[in-house]
């Protein structure tokens, strides 16, 4: 997991079957984003390995500070992340 560009690249381990890859990205987003899994939505991309995902929430500020904060937990300062 990490940022490329303007974009947060995540794995999971559902597969692309009738949903559950979505539902697995939602679940992850809203855990690290500290939010309930009823206010994550994938709005565009849903059959698509790229997608775009609300994060509906009364804080954004919040949520973009949790979710760099997972990130910097994930990928220590100074770690290129996964190799392209």
């Known amino acids: 997991m990490g940022l490329i560009g303007d974009r947060l690249k995540v794995q999971v381990h559902a597969p692309p079957v009738g949903g559950e890859a979505n539902h ?31 994060l509906e929430c009364d804080e954004p500020r919040d949520v973009v500070r949790r979710l760099k904060s997972a990130l910097n937990d994930l990928m220590p300062v100074g770690d290129p992340g996964p190799a392209r």
Request: net charge positive; aromatic share 0%; charged share 25%.
């Open 24 to 54: 697995a990205v939602s679940v992850l987003l809203a855990e690290l984003a500290a939010i309930p899994v009823s206010r994550v939505r994938v709005v565009a991309g849903a059959k698509d390995r790229s997608k775009t995902v609300l």
